[in-house]
């Protein structure tokens, strides 16, 4: 048992506060009770009071002492005086005039409910006396109080942050102007049912009606959990296990016209990755907004404090809260969000000589183009597996039972704010079996009138396929672990591609595996802020996602002097970001069965390799001169083709049957803004270094070309002319308009062409 006491700071003696229940019981499913505190004696004038309200237990295995401070701000009780209203003798049964209100303000005050008497806290109330004006404790907002209302979030110009991504399509626009001389008109009361029934019938009424048969759409199947494109749901359960509210788990995405939406959900087997940049002002760091932690999934097993409690991840729709995936949230505190925060000035150009993070190995072999010839370390110039990301420090609140902070203004900063967001879902079937969630946390500068600072956060969801009991039919590396395909058996679409290198023995020079490491894999640039070739990482190919991708060098005069060492460097590099010779045929591929790859065509460019070292042959069409080159290799292309080569369970299956990979050439010259900073061995401009990967869909059979002639193609309509549509209006597959309009239309134009035959007379 819990006992419950409470002290007036004003007035320790006379017990003015108490409390309507000085006990409250507590067990092990009870952890917190409402408390109620009330004034025993009004007050005179308006004061402000400290109440402090401490419980102890008297009863129990556990101590409890406990004590919160409330301050508050208290007027006296107002009565009103009837005898002084105006209202009193209104005669309820003659309707009140109305004036014009195209000339007279109707309510200039609405909360004036009473004539003659002060309405409390009515603050346009001319009854009201600067005296009890002041007994008010606050005036009454929007339009009772003769304020402006609160704009509706369905408004055009509602400025609420949370905006769907059709709502600049779907908002409303209003327009209530005096000046248009529009006022709706004085109605008498209606005190009969006859005078009702007349009302009634004298206003117009308009109906939309369907004159043609609706057809329903088949019902659906039944469905045992999800499916590809939907959206994943979640649910918040109260104290008996049962779900007090569903949502659906969203991520901020960009849409197509660049802008971001906040509300964006995400689908079902769909993987994202992407950003949105916002301004960290002071309104944005509060509890309303991206940047608090609260905002998004939070660990299931969270606890502290056991009230609200948070959303949970619908492992299968269909059975509701008996299937809630287990969800692990990580929240790491970064020291240094520098990286998050975008920069308000332009970059400056670098000034210096820059190409690749690259030289080449002492004392290995190069061929004519300066590809290394040997696949042996160092000379390979690859690095296999992917570098391990450092991730900062975990938060301190981070045990998986404790609620994150939301974000708070400390000073000048901003404090625990959201700046980067990942979700791991692993699946089986059309379950979620587990959601593995990382949350970055920091610390980041306001922006201030003088200073914006822009925030951009990143968001990534993927989808990890999760099997259980004995291993999947295609698991060719024997892992006990979970592993993504990009599709079974055929490539889904925004699925990574699958390259690899051949590897063979070296005695008989027989085919032993396919290497499909990331760095044999075939790949885009991938720049940073700078965009450099020197900082660029890789980017992995995504089917069906045709991308172009750039990156800068800087060179100067001294590098345009030798074209050849140049352009072999060059090649080089893009040779190295797309190194791979097959491409696999499938989502997911035997790296030992040959079959299942297809070789990746290449331009040769023996012939442009050695006649850039043929200076002197006047018949080369490569010539070079100081500041000055031409055929540079500059880019890389990579063409694939695929087609659909059958259906598994009613899905297409995408094959790749075909790739090439070509090379772009440009022409490079200094243009130097003025004559002397080409003399300077210093300068430098930047020129663009390219790659592209396009998709291109091969028909299953090659289709005859079309002559449209038709002495040799009857069947096809002279000069786009068909005669036999001459009444397609009349058939029943004309659905544009109803049919009785159709044929009304007809019987006009016979109509007409009879009248017209008979003034004519065309016979005679």
Known sequence: MILVNIDNATDTVTPEWGILTPEVNLDNSVHHALLKATRNVGVSASVQENVVVSCCNTTGPFTLETAILAHVSLTPNATVDWEKSTDININFTTPRTIQNVAFVEVAP??????????????????????????TFSRCIPYLDGGQEAALPEYMCDSKHFHKEDWFPLMCVTNEYNSLLGFFYQNENNLRTTQSLLTKVNG??????????????????????????????????????????????????????SGECSTTAPLQYLNDIDSDCSFQLTNAMCSGDSVFNALSYIQSSTTRDPSCPSAFSIMGNPNTGTQNIAETIVNYYCVTDATSYIKSTTTAAPPSTRSLFNYTYPAGCP????????????????????????????????????????????NGATCENAVVDVRYNFYWSGPNILKLNATVFLANIVLSTPTNSVVVTQKYKASFVNSFAGSPAEDNFYNVTTPFSRSGKPGYDID??????????????????????????QMALWNTGFDGLCSNAGRREILFGKDTFTSCNIYIGTSDLENCTDLSKLIINRLDNLMP??????????????????????????????????????????SWRFSGFCTDIISGINLDVMYGESGKANGVPTKEIIGAYVSYSKSTWQLTCGSGSLCTDPSYVEPFPITASVRFIKVPANTPEPKIRWEEEHPDICYQDVCWDNFIYPLVRGYTAEPRKYVLAMSLILILFLFGFLFITRPWW
């Open 366 to 409: 190069l061929d004519t183009c300066g590809r290394e010839t040997t696949n042996e370390l160092p000379c390979t110039g690859y690095v296999d597996g992917t570098t391990q990301e450092t991730l900062p420090p975990r938060c301190g609140f981070n045990d998986h039972y404790t609620q994150p902070p939301s974000p708070n203004i």
């Open 109 to 134: 005050c609405p909360c004036d409910l009473t004539g003659g008497v002060c309405d409390i806290n009515c603050c346009c109330d001319t009854d009201c006396t600067s005296s009890e004006q002041e």
């Open 495 to 520: 699925k990574p591609m699958i390259s690899a290198m051949v590897i063979r023995n070296e005695t008989d020079n027989a085919f032993l595996y396919m290497n499909s490491n990331a760095s044999r």
């Open 580 to 621: 791979a010779e097959r491409i696999g045929r499938y989502g997911n591929n035997n790296p030992y069965g040959p079959a299942q790859w297809i070789e990746v065509l290449r331009e040769d460019l023996t012939s442009t390799c050695t006649n850039s070292l043929e200076a002197n042959n006047q018949t080369v069409l």
């Open 203 to 256: 206003k117009e009424s308009f109906t939309y009606k369907e004159d043609e048969e609706r057809v329903e759409p088949p019902a659906p199947a039944a469905k045992n959990g999800y499916s590809q494109n939907e959206k994943v749901l979640s649910v918040k359960t109260n104290a008996a296990g049962t779900a007090e509210r569903r949502g659906v788990v969203s991520l901020p995405q960009r849409i197509l």
